[in-house]
């Protein structure tokens, strides 16, 4: 989670659309396959290791309490779709969940593609950094942050 705080935020004002829309849509992003379906009730799970890692992060760099852990994606990647973790002040169109005594805020749009996914922060030797465990996921990159559907 090592981004430029000036990138971060070019990056999560990419993220948030100003087209009206919002509420219950659950059909995906434009230009990307049509994807529908029910929203789990819990649909982001932050494993207790990511949930602390983030924790950290947001302590040692001092961030307002005001700011949430958005987790979205946008097109790009090696497969199609990659996977965008920062922080952000929660909009009236965005959905909260909460996993692990986490707040967690997504953009309605990209819930269908997260929907399921589990996010982890392995600190061991042969990995270290977040990884997602997407159960939407018809294909994934090498490297784990892209995927397909």
Do not use: W
């Not at 990884?131 to 294909?139: D, G, L, R």
């Amino acid at each position: 989670m090592a981004v430029k705080e000036e990138n971060l935020d070019d990056v999560i004002s990419s993220l948030i659309d100003d087209d009206g829309g919002g509420g219950d849509e659950t059909t995906g992003l434009p230009g990307f396959p049509e994807v529908s379906g029910e929203v789990d009730e819990h649909p982001i799970t932050l494993t207790e290791r990511a949930a602390k890692q983030i924790r950290r992060i947001k302590e040692d760099e001092s961030l307002d309490s005001e700011l949430y852990l958005r987790v979205a994606v946008e097109g790009g990647g090696c497969s199609g779709l990659s996977y965008k973790l920062g922080f952000d002040i929660k909009t009236d169109d965005d959905d909260i969940y909460e996993s692990n005594n986490m707040e967690v805020i997504v953009d309605p749009k990209h819930i269908i593609y997260l929907n399921g996914i589990t996010i982890d922060y392995p600190d061991g030797l042969d990995a270290r950094g977040f990884t997602f465990e997407n159960p939407n996921a018809s294909e994934a990159c090498g490297c784990g942050s892209s995927f397909a559907v």
